[in-house]
């Protein structure tokens, strides 16, 4: 069935450090899958999608990757900020509606 | 600046009352949604809708109903509210084809029914 899930729950990284979020999907059909972050006391803020044709999408300081092959998405934060310090949740969207299914979320959290 | 607005960051409710959550946008999405968040569950979908005075169930629309009487409002409504409905309630608007435009959150309402 659909279902989205996250490898780490928490992930504890340097400031100033690469993050990498990972994760996981079981529906080979779906055809977008985004990126989001919530802070805390805030919903949800998208960050950056990326279709299924497509392996790599860049943004600001952040890159998604996509491996079909393995149901695998990943999140690279570049340089990473005390203000990246959130809750990250990968999502999956078919491509004949618009109900995005959410994965459960991993915290990232800043090291000093 | 565009937003989803949600009437109320906190509400306290008693066991068996009736429950309304209000949700604004005006960014004139056709798009609106309902999810619950709880830990380590992640975001769930209650209902959702894609026009006015239509609506589809999500994946847990058990105990929930909602109204969407105009494009930019839609009310989720707890019949007969219970302790297990005690969760964080976030609404969301997008234009169709949200994987392309990724959804507008507002800020959540958190309920506690005692």
């Known amino acids: 069935g659909e279902s989205v899930g996250l490898h780490l729950p928490t992930l504890s990284v340097q400031e100033g450090d690469n993050s990498i979020i990972n994760c996981a999907y079981s529906?080979?059909?779906?055809?977008?899958f985004i990126w989001y972050k919530q802070e805390s006391g805030k919903g949800p803020q998208f960050i950056i999608d990326?279709?299924?044709?497509?392996d790599k999408r860049q943004g600001q300081r952040v890159t998604v990757l996509l491996n079909k092959t393995v149901k695998h998405l990943s999140l690279q934060i570049a340089a990473t900020q005390p203000g990246d310090s959130a809750v990250y949740f990968c999502?999956?969207?078919?491509?004949?509606?618009?109900?995005?299914?959410f994965g459960k979320g991993t915290r990232l959290h800043i090291l000093p | 600046d565009v937003k989803v607005t949600q009437s109320s960051r906190y509400l306290v409710k008693r066991t068996g009352e009736k429950v309304f959550l209000e949700c604004v946008q005006d960014?004139?999405?056709?798009?609106m949604f309902w999810y619950r968040q709880d830990p380590g569950l992640g975001l769930r979908l209650i209902y959702f809708s894609y026009d006015v005075k239509m609506k589809e169930k999500g994946d847990i629309p058990e105990g929930y109903s909602v109204s969407r009487e105009k494009k930019e409002r839609f009310s989720l409504i707890l019949e007969s509210a219970s302790t297990n409905q005690t969760s964080m309630y976030l609404c969301?608007?997008?234009?169709?084809?949200?994987?392309?435009?990724?959804?507008?959150f507002g800020s959540g309402t958190r309920l506690t029914v005692v």
């Open positions: 529906n080979s059909a779906s055809d977008y």
């Open positions: 969301a608007s997008s234009f169709p084809r949200a994987g392309i435009y990724g959804y507008t």
């Open positions: 999502a999956e969207s078919l491509n004949r509606d618009d109900k995005i299914i």
């Open positions: 990326i279709r299924s044709n497509m």
């Open positions: 960014m004139d999405h056709e798009n």
